[in-house]
């Protein structure tokens, strides 16, 4: 789900809603500008490595409990989608596919999909 050996962090802090949440998504994980903002566009950004190669490692996102109990419909398709895309990733040679919901609020700043 993500490139090289460091995690990226997906800090949902402040978040309360799917607009800010597809927002967070766009900007950590450095979606393309073709990103839909919607479930379907965040499901195939995840599973689709045509825009940027390798995307296959450990996803951690903290700060979810707000998110999840303002939104919690949104909170779950969330999670269903982070699923489908590890669940995805699991058959492909050399991913390490991960999802890691943090009980902190925020382990560290947003790191994007290149580490930088």
């Known amino acids: 789900m993500v490139?090289?050996?460091d995690?990226?962090?997906?800090?949902?802090?402040?978040?309360?809603?799917?607009?800010?949440?597809m927002e967070r998504c766009a900007r950590s994980f450095r979606l393309p500008d073709w990103f839909g903002r919607n479930w379907d566009a965040l499901?195939?950004?995840?599973?689709?490595p045509s825009w940027t190669p390798g995307v296959?490692?450990?996803?951690v996102v903290s700060g979810w409990q707000e998110f999840a109990e303002a939104a919690p419909e949104e909170w779950e398709m969330a999670r269903q989608v982070f699923a489908d895309a590890v669940a995805h990733w699991r058959g492909v040679p050399g991913a390490r596919p991960?999802?890691?919901?943090?009980?902190?609020?925020d382990p560290g700043a947003d790191t994007p999909c290149d580490g930088s």
């Open 3 to 5: 490139t090289g050996d």
């Open 7 to 21: 995690p990226v962090v997906l800090s949902l802090v402040g978040v309360r809603d799917k607009a800010a949440f």
């Open 43 to 48: 499901a195939d950004c995840l599973t689709d």
């Open 56 to 59: 296959r490692g450990r996803l």
């Open 98 to 105: 991960e999802l890691v919901l943090a009980p902190g609020a």
